[in-house]
């Protein structure tokens, strides 16, 4: 079978998990691949855990990653780390707010984006191609304190 | 048809094929995870949407649409079935002269509901046709197909979601789109007035068609055969079709998109031509028993894969015959009852009276979790108001002074009414007394309007509002008052403390805006896309 990465979000209902998702999911989209995106909300709108799973790559079948297969595991706080941690694969890459500089986020509800910045160090697509999809799925008065968080987060400067 | 390609959730893709089907109108009862299937249907272009106060009218309504001759989609959760189950098993019955496709969603795992049943039980015992779609583009092709499967044979048809379905976004391509077909009335009685005299052929009508429906499904359902393998067959539906695949990609899979009436026969044939069979659903083994009662010879699921969700590796472990302890996932925080909602101060001052809580379905709900663990029974919707009023009814009077049924203003439209008509109608030696959470939305499904709320689904204005106290009041009950519970707190616990007391039947309306509601309402006002 060909080749299907496997991308988890975890953090807490309201902060931006399934925004964060989409955007990844916009930009393979865009690319051509075969995507799935799964998640649960509900009852974790009010706080509770809540994970997302993103797979691309030419065919994908199942929607959901089981454990011990994420290519990447990016949480929103470090205390998700440890309930999620069995979902990564040997050698998976783990993407943290501790990564970068999060206090020198202008807003602290783009941390999910900024995230996304220190996420795409590790992947092969254009800033081009996450700048088109933030620009996409975000209102346009957002776009702007995104795309900041986006450079913090890849650690451009500033 | 690459032109046409989106990524979609499951409930988009349904809300689209009912579109291009030439629905005429939708009806439902929000639900996680179905929820979303009308609110993306209603901000289609020409797509007319609307919340009934519960699920058995949502069906009744619908049920009208298509004998009307038109084509109309109801929507509701899995535990919504039951609400509907009285209608769903007659409508099988006079079936239908315009397309009518129930869509439910069920929730293994439980996310976000009191149960894990599995609707295909449904499909069985009303004999109702059912397909069940593995991804959003199966999603959108079988709302069409089912429309069609309705019309061709004048049946309801269920349509079987689950979260996964439902919450997953997978690239769809739309096709072409049908026109509305006018609604015309035509006179039916002896197929649509279910005296037993009418009722006994309309049965066997019903048993008929049912093979006919079987029959085509052997032939032209939409259960491909994926793979060449002969040694590991698999027999499984839908997503847990997509895991199996992924699972074993040497095996043989015969994909089920039309899981009532079984195609049997087909079955039966796949089974042969495999030296080895497991049948990979799940929830409840609806296939396995109709399967091995066929005479299929296939292996039977370990009971310990009844429970929650399948996944990949669970469905390799199913293949493997591994019977073994599965790791406990380590447990993430819990939901709870949000900063600043007006509940809080309402539990605290309920816990600190005393009280025993006779409770309800809804954001609410969560008050059983710490910090406050005061809700004492949670059953079903609206079943606080009747499950309080026993207890009041056999207590001995200390511990009967203590119950208190608490519903939300949601759940008390969908079904607290007729809580109220039996506590006037049966009144306890010592009254009783009913708290209504009253936070002007259906918060927990993510704050849909009710008949309560002055709002229609687009949330626009409703011509009249259906008013609490109003109708509380017509009802005959004793006492009614309203708080606000932010500002009013001791007036609040006063007068709980004094109904408590008292052998009047009172209801006490807690009225303040969820916060959420708030932050969405500014939006809307400003013109911003909510979800």
């Given amino acids: ?158 | 048809m690459s032109s046409e390609r989106k990524l979609m959730s499951g409930n988009e893709a349904v809300a689209l094929g009912a579109k291009h089907a030439g629905c005429a109108l939708g009806v439902g009862y929000p639900g996680t995870p179905s929820t979303e299937i009308l609110e993306n249907y209603s901000k289609l272009e020409g797509c007319k949407a609307q919340w009934s106060p519960n699920e058995k009218v949502a069906l009744e309504v619908g049920i009208g649409v298509a004998f009307a001759g038109t084509r109309t989609i109801v929507t509701m959760k899995h535990v919504g079935v039951n609400v509907a189950a009285d209608p769903l098993f007659t409508v099988a019955y006079t079936g239908v002269t315009g397309g009518m496709v129930l869509a439910v969603a069920d929730d293994p795992g439980m996310a976000s509901s009191q149960n894990e049943q599995d609707s295909r039980n449904y499909a069985r015992a009303a004999g109702v046709p059912m397909f069940e779609p593995a991804d959003s583009q199966e999603a959108y092709d079988m709302t069409k197909l089912a429309f069609e499967i309705s019309e061709r044979w004048s049946q309801p048809v269920f349509l079987r979601l689950c979260t996964r379905v439902c919450h997953s976004k997978t690239i769809v391509a739309a096709s072409d789109s049908k026109e509305v077909p006018l609604a015309d009335y035509v006179r039916d009685i002896k197929g649509r007035v279910m005296i037993p005299a009418y009722a006994r052929p309309a049965h066997k009508r019903l048993r008929a068609k049912l093979a006919e429906i079987e029959e085509w499904n052997c032939t032209e359902g939409p259960n491909p055969i994926i793979g060449s393998g002969n040694k590991l067959g698999i027999i499984a539906n839908g997503v847990a079709a997509l895991h199996a695949q992924e699972a074993d990609p040497d095996a043989r899979v015969m994909k089920l998109g039309m899981v009532y009436p079984l195609p049997i026969k087909s079955i039966l044939n796949f089974i042969d031509s495999v030296d080895d069979c497991v049948i990979i659903e799940e929830g409840d083994p609806f296939i396995q028993t109709e399967v091995q009662a066929a005479g299929g010879r296939v292996r039977p699921r370990m009971e310990r894969y009844r429970y929650g969700e399948l996944d990949v590796m669970r469905v390799k472990r199913i293949i493997a015959g591994d019977d073994t302890e599965e790791p406990a996932p380590p447990r993430g925080k819990p939901p709870q009852l949000c900063d600043g909602c007006p509940h809080r101060n309402s539990f605290q001052m309920l816990k600190n009276v005393g009280c025993t809580i006779s409770g309800d379905i809804g954001c609410y709900t969560l008050s059983v979790l710490p910090p406050f663990e005061t809700m004492d029974t949670c059953i079903c919707m609206g079943g606080s108001i009747g499950i309080g009023l026993g207890m009041r009814h056999v207590l001995p009077e200390e511990q009967a002074r203590k119950i208190v049924s608490v519903i939300g203003d949601g759940t008390f439209m969908h079904s607290g009414l007729t809580g109220v008509a039996e506590m006037v109608y049966n009144r306890p030696k010592y009254g009783h007394v009913i708290v209504i959470l009253d936070n002007g939305t259906t918060a927990m499904t993510g704050l849909q309007e009710h008949p309560g709320t002055g709002r229609k689904l687009d949330h626009q204005p409703a011509e009249k509002t259906v008013s609490l106290e109003g109708t509380c009041e017509a009802m005959g009950v004793d006492k009614v008052l309203i708080f606000d519970p932010a500002r009013e707190m001791e007036a609040f616990e006063q007068a709980t403390k004094d109904a408590l007391a008292s052998n009047d039947l009172t209801v006490i309306i807690a009225r303040r805006p969820c916060i959420l509601a708030i932050v969405r309402d500014a939006k809307i006002g400003r013109g911003e896309k909510v979800r």
């Avoid at chain 1, 454990?67 to 706080?77: E, H, I, K, R, T």
């Avoid at chain 1, 700048?131 to 975000?138: E, H, P, T, Y």
């Fill in chain 1, 1 to 158: 079978m060909s080749k299907v990465t496997n991308v988890k979000f975890a953090g807490l209902g309201g902060q931006g998990i399934l925004t964060c998702t989409d955007i990844l999911g916009r930009v393979v989209f865009d690319l051509g691949n075969d995507v799935k995106k799964a998640e649960v909300h509900g009852m974790s709108q009010r706080g509770g855990s809540i994970t997302s799973d993103l797979r691309f790559g030419d065919k994908v079948l199942s929607p959901m990653i089981s454990a011990g297969q994420a290519d990447y595991l990016v949480v929103l706080g470090e205390d998700q780390i440890e309930p999620n941690q069995h979902f990564m694969k040997a050698g998976g890459v783990l993407v943290k707010p501790s990564d970068f500089d999060a206090g020198r986020l202008s807003n602290k509800r783009t941390l999910n984006v900024a995230l996304l910045g220190a996420l795409s160090k590790h992947m092969e697509f254009s800033v081009e191609q996450w700048m088109s999809a933030i620009r996409q799925l975000f209102p346009e008065r957002l776009v702007d304190v995104n795309e900041k968080a986006f450079h913090l987060g890849r650690g451009d400067s500033a």
